[in-house]
């Protein structure tokens, strides 16, 4: 169906006639709806149990491990030192490829799963533009790449305090704070890992405005994200480091020295906020020129 047609004007219409308060009720309830309907899905609902299962193995087998040499994943050594720790090793190992996967699958579904099985053109029948649509499917991907960081970060907290010593954490600066002020820096830490997550969003949903097939739109983010993550350990193009989505992912680890190192923070959140202005717009364009025939 073409954007010229009667039905694709009809949303324009009722937001003008209604005024902004009915535009915002519609809004709201047209996020609430998605963000059910993300989160209620048994797909997404299994991932999310998946990725918790990840700080259990992991606080086990450093548990049950004799004492780390320095091997391994970046803070792994540290877990029997404080607990907290685990949060940040889970975060580490799930990172490069098990969260992004994650999120490929819900961000890539988010606009090809309802045009797959028809729902998309009702959707565009209410009272929300393909301007608010986008805004609200991604919205939503970016609320349950938190729901995937916040579940891990959760399970790594009371694995830590159940198997190992909890109390003044000191950091990798040698600084040492209180357990409260350890879990605000690891709160940060969720935050940091959500934004790199959001830039994940945005190519997905640009993916998955390009195709009507979900499971082609979730693949090709995860093989982008794949390709990052190999691009970035290959020194040979070590220049283009800096601009690849996957760079910066782990440098959450500044945020835990005292005073806080903000240059690589920074750097991640822009390149974050670059491919966001790049992507959204490129999928708010597709949008608007698709062809709604299902």
Same mark, same amino acid.
């Given at each position: 169906?073409?954007? +010229?047609?009667p ?13 902004? %308060?009915r535009?915002? #009720? ?5 996020f609430? +709806? ?5 989160l ?6 299994a ?16 548990r049950?491990? %004799? ?7 970046p803070?792994l ?6 607990g907290l ?13 098990? &969260?992004? &996967?994650a999120?490929?699958?819900? +961000?890539g579904e988010s ?13 565009? !029948? ?6 608010r649509l ?14 995937? !960081?916040?579940?891990v ?9 159940? &198997? ?18 350890a ?19 945005? !190519?997905?949903i640009?993916?998955s405005? &390009? ?15 794949? !390709? +990052?993550?190999?691009?970035?350990n ?12 996957? #760079? ?8 835990l020295?005292s ?7 920074q ?7 670059a ?9 708010w364009?597709?949008?608007?020129t ?5």
């Amino acid at each position: 169906m073409s954007t +010229s047609s009667p039905t694709m004007e009809l949303p324009s219409a009722v937001t003008s006639s209604a005024g902004e %308060p009915r535009r915002s #009720h519609v809004d709201l309830r047209f996020f609430r +709806s998605e963000l059910r309907l993300v989160l209620g899905r048994r797909r997404n609902i299994a991932l999310v149990g998946v990725l918790s299962c990840f700080p259990i193995l992991i606080g086990t087998a450093v548990r049950l491990s %004799p004492a780390s040499n320095g091997d391994g994943p970046p803070f792994l050594s540290d877990i029997t030192d404080n607990g907290l720790f685990l949060v940040f090793a889970s975060l580490t190992v799930l990172l490069p490829f098990f &969260l992004p &996967l994650a999120v490929s699958v819900a +961000s890539g579904e988010s606009i090809a799963g309802e045009a797959n099985i028809g729902t998309l053109r009702n959707l565009l !029948v209410v009272p929300v533009s393909r301007t608010r649509l986008l805004l609200v499917k991604y919205a939503a991907s970016v609320v349950f790449a938190f729901v995937c !960081v916040a579940t891990v970060a959760l399970v790594a907290v009371i694995v830590g305090l159940l &198997l190992f010593p909890h109390g003044d954490v000191t950091l990798l600066s040698g600084t040492t704070v209180s357990y409260p002020q350890a879990l605000w820096r690891a709160l940060l830490v969720l935050l940091y890992v959500t934004l790199m997550l959001a830039g994940v969003c945005a !190519v997905g949903i640009f993916i998955s405005t &390009l195709t009507e097939v979900p499971i082609g739109a979730m693949a090709a983010t995860a093989m982008l994200m794949i !390709v +990052s993550e190999i691009a970035d350990n290959i020194p040979q193009i070590a220049p283009i480091h800096p601009y690849l989505l996957s #760079h910066p992912w782990l440098n959450f680890g500044d945020l835990l020295r005292s005073p806080i190192s903000w240059h690589g923070l920074q750097s991640g959140v822009l390149t974050q906020l670059a491919y966001l202005a790049i992507f959204l717009p490129l999928a708010w364009a597709r949008l608007q020129t698709k062809d709604i025939t299902s």
